[in-house]
């Protein structure tokens, strides 16, 4: 399990006295442990739900890297960008470009979609079989330039 794996990776950085790791996997340990209490008292976290929560912190840390360059503060947006990278070990391989591509044409035709208005089920489609493999963004904007052309 992902959660298992992140503790023993923070043990690991520890004792390696890697003081960056062991801050950002302390943080997500934390961050999964909110996640579990909102879940509820003693639930359990699927891996596909700990994905989510690195998601989350990945977002945050893109968001805070755009921010510290804005405001050019390269030291703090460098350390955001490395936490970044840390977290992103631990996350599956995305799909992208032609994988992507072919997973939204394939979600169109099981649905049937022939316009803008069907982008909610293509939307579902995708995102029940790739789930956390996805970036939903990404494949919304794809799926809505698809259908704008067929309809």
Known sequence: MLIERLN????EAMKAREALRVSV?????S???NARIEKGKDAE???DEVIQVLRRALKKREEAVEQYQAAQRLDLADKEA?????????????????????????????ANAQSAKDLGKVMKLVMA??????D???????????????G
Not at 25 to 29: A, K, P, Q
């Open 8 to 11: 023993a990776d923070m043990k």
């Open 25 to 29: 996997l302390r943080m997500t340990l």
């Open 31 to 33: 961050e999964v442990k």
């Open 45 to 47: 976290l699927s891996d």
């Open 82 to 110: 490395s936490e970044g990278e840390i977290l992103r070990a631990y996350l599956p391989q995305m799909l992208e470009g032609a994988a992507l591509e072919a997973a939204v044409d394939a979600a169109i035709h099981e």
């Open 129 to 134: 079989a790739h789930g956390g493999r996805v």
């Open 136 to 150: 939903g963004k990404a494949v919304q904007n794809l799926a809505k330039a698809r259908l704008e052309g067929q």
